[in-house]
């Protein structure tokens, strides 16, 4: 016996007598040990293939019976397998009476129509004349700040033009001039536009609720932006996030109450061909971004108030969906996502998808996205190309990837291929009535010795306590699916688990006895069967040596000679 258990042949035994040997061992443990298994196991039938009162036929009858069962089995399991993998994921109401008070306040953001402010290019085009750096009045220099609107709305081709406002912004700056700086003085003020708020039933200052923020529509007020800046770089460790304010009373004065000063009379630059202010309702995390569908728009109109009861849908995900790809459940968590960003929101994912196609095309930002990079601003000259490609911008078509092929390439569609929805987020809907507002019967406090011109109220609030709560899981987990198969196999074979301990019990036993190899009984046989002289017996007499005849009679004459 060597180390390893194997049996030492002499040397004189050939290596094709012990090959033999081993096919010959190996042979009769499988035999033992399958004969073994099919006595003691619990699967049906399996005894009568070994019970010696069977007959043959009736061993082909029930090995014909397994021919058809056995691989109905393997594909009614294989075909379930294939369904939940396809499938893997359900969403269910988790619940319809989430407390409201657990939410956060929707972003609000407040834009004007208007988008340059007819006073505040008076007074920039006064400066210009001022310093005389140009032959052209002053009205005509207000004029010419009416090319700035090309870079809100590039559907409007500049045309030919004798004198150009960025040549002549130029010569003010002394070369190098702000674009995003001047759009900003230019777009009407947050402080003539808001007159007064209310927040929670209680009187706020409008400049300590409301920022001056970027916005798809150019610079707005927003209210509960929860992000730190527009154009922060999003470092990894660096949260932009801020908290957002929650939701603490239902009701039409408990929600956000703004009274708005529609400044017709500063008209200059509207980019719709009506009067009034876009509101957009958005998730506080995310920039306001309607590709991303997760923005209300809604206009208000002079005279009127407007009344949004909002509604919110909460979808949260079981950490028991990541052991599962993205195709089949079409969302990730912000923590899959650190490496594309800091922090990771779907609408600014498609956001930053836009932007690096601007900078791939048209070699600048516009200036209302972030410019997180500090890359080139757009200016007059980008206007052709912004033009050219702006239907593609709000075209997009997100996590392509997920679709093999399906979707093909093209230059009228943005494939932005890394976008996801997230597991967890909150979905905003909104309720909307829009009525005059009244002058002689004031309903709410803001109204209070207020004269009515063009002002118009803004009311958004949260209505109904409960709130839907949607759940997404796994439909089976493992043990599920383990209990579904082992149904299946005890319909067919009377299968359970204890026939898998019995399988590994029997192979065990079976490895167990290869290892150890022939016992002395078998070494015994296999030496039997080799060939070889045939035993005799052999008497003493033989052990001699044979003489001649001629010696044998001359030592019996002397042997009687003595005598």
Request: hydrophobic share 35%.
């Amino acid at each position: 016996m060597n180390t390893k258990g194997n049996y030492a042949y002499p040397s004189w035994v050939s290596t094709e007598s012990r090959n033999s040997t081993k096919k010959s061992h190996f042979r009769k443990t499988f035999m033992k040990y399958a004969k073994l298994y099919c006595k003691y196991t619990k699967l049906a039938g399996f005894k009568y293939f070994v019970d010696e009162e069977t007959s043959w036929f009736d061993r082909f009858l029930l090995l014909l019976a397994y021919a058809f069962t056995v691989p109905a089995l393997i594909y009614t399991i294989y075909g379930g397998y294939l369904d939940v993998m396809q499938n893997p994921c359900f969403s269910s109401v988790d619940t319809e009476y989430l407390p409201t008070q657990e939410l956060d306040f929707p972003g609000v953001s407040i834009c004007s129509i208007n988008r340059i402010s007819r006073q505040a290019a008076l007074e920039m085009a006064n400066e210009v004349f001022q310093l005389n750096i140009t032959r052209l009045s002053v009205d005509e220099i207000l004029d010419m700040f009416l090319q700035l609107g090309d870079l809100y709305d590039s559907d409007l081709m500049r045309h030919d033009r004798t004198y150009r406002i960025d040549q002549l912004l130029a010569q003010f700056y002394g070369g190098y001039y702000d674009i995003t700086a001047i759009m900003k003085r230019l777009t009407p003020d947050c402080t003539k536009l808001l007159q007064r708020c209310l927040f929670h039933n209680e009187e706020r200052t409008c400049s300590e609720i409301f920022q001056f923020r970027k916005t798809q529509d150019g610079f707005c007020c927003t209210f509960n932006y929860a992000t730190k800046g527009d154009d922060l770089l999003l470092r990894h460790g660096f949260d932009h996030k801020l908290d957002p304010l929650k939701v603490e009373y239902l009701g039409e004065d408990r929600g956000l109450v703004v009274l708005m000063d529609l400044s017709i009379n500063d008209y200059f630059y509207p980019i719709f061909p009506i009067t009034g202010c876009k509101v957009n309702i958005f998730n506080p995390h995310d920039y306001p971004d309607v590709s991303s569908g997760g923005v209300i728009e809604i206009l208000v109109s002079p005279t009127r108030q407007v009344k949004v009861a909002v509604e919110a849908i909460v979808a949260y995900s079981t950490p028991n969906i990541l052991a599962y790809s993205l195709e089949h459940r079409y969302c990730v968590f912000s923590e899959e996502m650190e490496s594309v960003r800091s922090s990771y929101t779907y609408s600014d994912c498609i956001v930053d998808c836009r932007i690096a196609d601007i900078l791939r095309l048209c070699k600048c930002v516009p200036f209302f996205l972030p410019n997180r990079e500090s890359k080139r601003v757009c200016d007059l000259d980008d206007v052709p190309c912004l033009t050219k490609h702006k239907y593609k911008w709000y075209s997009v078509v997100p996590n392509t990837d997920l679709y093999d092929g399906e979707i093909q390439e093209s230059d009228e569609v943005l494939h932005c291929k890394n976008c996801y929805p997230l597991c967890n987020d909150v979905n905003y809907n909104a309720k909307m009535s829009d009525t005059y507002l009244p002058r002689a019967q004031h309903t709410s406090k803001i109204l209070n010795g207020m004269k009515f011109e063009n002002q118009s109220v803004l009311y958004v609030y949260f209505s109904s306590f409960g709130t839907i709560k949607l759940r997404q899981d796994v439909v089976y987990r493992w043990y599920e699916l383990l209990g579904d198969a082992s149904g299946i196999g005890g319909i067919f074979l009377g299968f359970s688990l204890i026939a898998v301990v019995e399988f590994a019990y029997f192979v065990g036993l079976f490895v167990l006895e290869l290892l150890k190899g022939p016992d002395s009984s078998d070494r015994a046989k296999d030496e039997s069967g080799r060939k070889r002289a045939a035993i005799q017996t052999i008497y003493w007499g033989e052990l001699y040596p044979r003489t001649r005849p001629g010696v044998i009679a001359d030592q019996r004459d002397r042997r009687r000679d003595k005598d």
